[in-house]
Nanobody, 126 residues
Framework: QVQLAESGGGSVQAGGSLRVSCAASGRTVGNYAMGWFRQVPGKEREFVASINWIGGDTQYAESVKGRFTLSRDIDKKTLYLQMSRLKPEDTGIYYC???????????????????WGQGTQVTVSS
């Protein structure tokens, strides 16, 4: 089993920056697509970004492209999402997700992920 734990959420003014982290533990053998999703009350969970853990290829939602950047510390098994030029519409609970894969791909669908963290709240005020 794989366990994911997010941290780093908080409250920021619009235009500010924040970095959230996702630490993985457990039996993490093979390759994974790792992703970030966010959710607000009354809406479906929204794709934010994904990375192929071994290959490093990334994928971003159009709404965050150019503002958010994925990175990873392989030794620490930790995924990071650097969020810059934040907007109020970026507000939500940010979830880290993982899925075991065989190739170089990333994944953007919430239904494609098997492992989820507990979420960390990000609030952007105007």
């Amino acid at each position: 089993q794989v366990q994911l734990a997010e941290s780093g959420g908080g409250s920021v003014q619009a235009g500010g920056s924040l970095r959230v982290s996702c630490a993985a533990s457990g039996r993490t053998v093979g390759n994974y697509a790792m992703g970030w999703f966010r959710q607000v009350p009354g809406k479906e969970r929204e794709f934010v970004a994904s990375i192929n853990w071994i290959g490093g290829d990334t994928q971003y939602a159009e709404s965050v492209k150019g503002r958010f950047t994925l990175s990873r510390d392989i030794d620490k098994k930790t995924l990071y999402l650097q969020m810059s030029r934040l907007k109020p519409e970026d507000t939500g609970i940010y979830y880290c997700a993982g899925a075991k894969i065989l190739g170089w791909n990333t994944l953007s669908g919430s239904n494609e992920y098997d492992y989820w963290g507990q979420g960390t709240q990000v609030t952007v005020s105007s």
